[in-house]
């Protein structure tokens, strides 16, 4: 297993349906992220947790539930989305949570799509 | 709010073509990233700048950041189809939060 990976990487669901992302970083990474990617827009940061402790929540609706059971697993509880919640979620991952240089390391991003 | 331009939003040039892609800042940055996004990936860091007036050379793109600190360019010498993607700039300013631009998208034609 190499770097930051998340499943599924594809899920088409209905407005009412409750489904779950899920990410899982193999780095040792103290922090880590659930950005939005829609088109046309720059990266949304959604969470950050950092040693398991949610330290950013960016005005996300609460039909967006993250959890962050350990350092090295990541989700994002999904329930009663809109359409325009459309959109790839990617995970990340980082050292330390803040740093100047820090490097984020992506995973391969879901892809939802809310009918 | 701070935010990022970069310009332009979409290229399409042929192999072996030069370019330059911008991103450019109402705020001064403390730090500035590239990042690169392939289909169907994630992206990718490049490079990090701190210093102003600042230029790494990766291969065959060259990453500049400008003396005040508020904008950054990436000139990329012989494009090949393997350059194409999503360029996103990346920056850390006040908040020492990462903000991302709206993004470059590269085609490079054979």
């Known amino acids: 297993e190499t770097g930051v990976t998340q499943t599924p990487r594809h899920l088409v669901m209905g407005m009412t349906n409750k489904k779950s992302l899920k990410c899982e970083q193999h780095?040792?990474?103290?922090?880590m992220y659930w950005y939005k990617q829609s088109a046309k827009k720059p990266l949304e940061l959604m969470f950050v947790?950092?040693?398991?402790?949610?330290?950013e929540n960016n005005s996300v609706p609460s039909r967006f539930s993250p959890e962050c059971p350990n350092s090295s697993h990541l989700f994002l509880h999904l329930h009663t989305l809109q359409p325009e919640d459309s959109a790839l979620y990617l995970c990340?991952?980082?050292?330390?949570?803040?740093?100047?240089?820090?490097?984020?390391?992506f995973g391969e991003g879901s892809r939802l799509t809310v009918l | 709010t701070q935010l990022l331009e970069q310009s332009p939003q979409f290229l399409s040039i042929q192999e072996g073509e030069n370019l330059t892609v911008y991103c450019n800042s109402s705020?001064?940055?403390?730090?500035l990233q590239w990042y690169r996004q392939e289909p169907g990936e994630g992206p990718v860091l490049l490079v990090t700048?701190?210093?102003?007036?600042e230029v790494k050379k990766l291969k065959r793109l060259t990453f500049q950041f400008g003396d005040a600190r508020k904008d950054s360019s990436l000139h990329i010498t012989a494009a090949q189809p393997g350059d194409t993607g999503l360029y996103l700039c990346?920056?850390?300013?006040?908040?020492?939060?990462?903000?991302f631009g709206t993004g470059t998208l590269l085609a490079v034609q054979p």
């Open positions: 990340a991952s980082s050292q330390a949570f803040g740093e100047n240089t820090g490097e984020l390391f």
């Open positions: 780095l040792g990474h103290n922090a």
């Open positions: 947790y950092s040693l398991e402790e949610r330290v």
């Open positions: 705020s001064v940055f403390s730090s």
């Open positions: 700048v701190v210093t102003g007036g």
């Open positions: 990346a920056m850390r300013g006040a908040t020492n939060k990462l903000i």
